[in-house]
């Protein structure tokens, strides 16, 4: 089964395994909550910065906007335990000292953050046209697992291969590192790519997305972050729900909204409209998680 | 003399691929080309008629490259030095996006066509 669904949905499901949505917190400090004795914790998502691109009328502050999402992260008034950036760190270039370079500068920009674990995965302009070679000589591994107070975070690669897909390997490690796991485990999966057929025809899939899911069905508490779309999505497939993040360089329109997909065109009157970042609030014992968006705000200059 | 020609054309006839001088498949499909190169196909519209099956004979200019029309249900990948073929038979009318689903750098999310089908 899968389904898409919106916020309002979203809410009702909250404490059924759900999610809780917060938005609008333009100019808030970030939530602050007593979450000191219990086995909550605060991450946050990044996403999609695309360093390196160029377009005027897209993004004018293109060497800008990944530096104030950068302020913006350290003004949290609760310090997330750690950041995820799920992917499109840089912009692709064919160029591989340019590839380089940029992924040097990116490293250098996010080193700022005073949260200092971060974890990172590419996306297809970081890693596929060199299958993540040059990704991995400055960030580490693709694919990986870590545990922060009793989650299992699972980060997948669906970009090294050029085909979008997971490939059998990955899948096998995935099995395995599942078949570890309590059905009742607290599964959080990271990944680039939506493992759904988000809308294929604008290449928003992962083609063999769905043996992961599959693989993931018998676990109850299965969460799936991802990015590669530059817009909030939320959508569930059977039991698993999927959130993707917002860009930090350019927003894209929704699904099959336009014949062609292209990059949402900056607005004068609403800069920063539709780029940011999200927060994210585990709570162990409700097992959900509240998601909270962060817009990029102008005042935000370094 | 005669003959010596006659060989060499039918040599170079075979040196084209076949494919130049062959207007329909083995079982009388006609053969439509598509040739696939960063980050454009050519032609970038085909036209098809409706329930007359064709043969799409995919190729690539340079790197690889795919070719998918999720709403055909048609996918294949385009390697260099190799002719794909995907057997066809449209069942609706309509005009059905394909594009790449291979990454294949800057212009890549633009790579993309149209299959018109008329009645």
């Known amino acids: ?302 | 003399m005669i003959k010596r020609i006659g060989i060499a054309v039918i040599v170079v006839a075979s040196l084209l691929g076949m494919n130049c001088l062959r207007a329909d498949s083995d079982d009388g499909a006609k053969i439509v080309k598509i040739s696939a190169k960063r980050f454009e196909y050519s032609p970038e519209e085909i036209t098809l008629k409706k329930g007359v099956p064709v043969v799409l004979q995919l190729t690539t200019e340079d790197r690889s490259h795919g070719f998918n029309v999720p709403s055909m249900n048609l996918r294949a990948d385009i390697m260099p030095g190799k002719v794909t073929e995907l057997k066809v038979t449209p069942q609706k009318a309509g005009d059905f996006d394909f594009f790449c689903d291979i990454y294949c750098g800057s212009g890549h999310e633009g790579m993309s066509g149209k299959i018109k089908v008329t009645e």
């Open chain 1, 1 to 302: 089964m899968t389904t898409e669904i919106d916020r309002r949905e979203f809410l009702k499901l909250a404490g059924v395994g759900g999610v809780i949505f917060l938005s609008g917190l333009s100019g808030q400090p970030g939530l602050s909550l007593p979450i000191g004795k219990t086995k909550d914790f605060f991450f946050v998502q990044l996403s999609d910065s695309h360093w390196g691109f160029t377009g005027d009328k897209v993004n004018p502050d293109a060497k800008g906007t990944l530096i104030k999402a950068v302020k913006e992260v350290n003004s949290l008034k609760q310090q997330p335990d750690f950041i995820v950036f799920t992917g499109d760190l840089t912009q692709t270039t064919d160029d591989t000292n340019v590839r380089k370079a940029r992924m040097k500068e990116f490293k250098q920009i996010v080193s700022e953050l005073d949260t200092k674990v971060v974890h990172f995965m590419p996306g297809e302009h970081d890693a596929s046209l060199d299958l993540g070679e040059t990704y991995k000589d400055f960030f580490g591994e693709t694919h990986y697992t870590f545990d922060h107070k009793g989650v299992h975070f699972i980060a997948i690669d669906n970009v090294s291969d050029p085909t979008g897909s997971i490939g059998d390997a990955q899948l096998e490690w995935l099995k395995a590192d599942l078949a570890r796991q309590k059905p009742d485990a607290n599964i959080v999966v990271l990944t680039h790519r939506p493992l759904f057929d988000l809308y294929p025809q604008w290449d928003w899939a992962t083609r063999d997305g769905a043996k992961a899911i599959d693989m993931m069905m018998p676990f109850k508490n299965v969460t799936v972050f991802y990015g590669h779309i530059h817009q909030e999505n939320h959508h569930m497939t059977g039991h698993i729900a999927h959130h993707s993040a917002n860009s930090l360089m350019l927003p894209m329109p929704p699904a099959g909204s336009m014949p062609k997909r292209m990059p949402i065109p900056w607005s004068a009157t609403q800069p920063y409209k539709g780029m940011g970042f999200r927060n994210v609030l585990s709570q162990s014992k409700l097992d959900q998680y509240q998601l909270s968006e962060y817009p990029i705000t102008v005042d935000a200059t370094v």
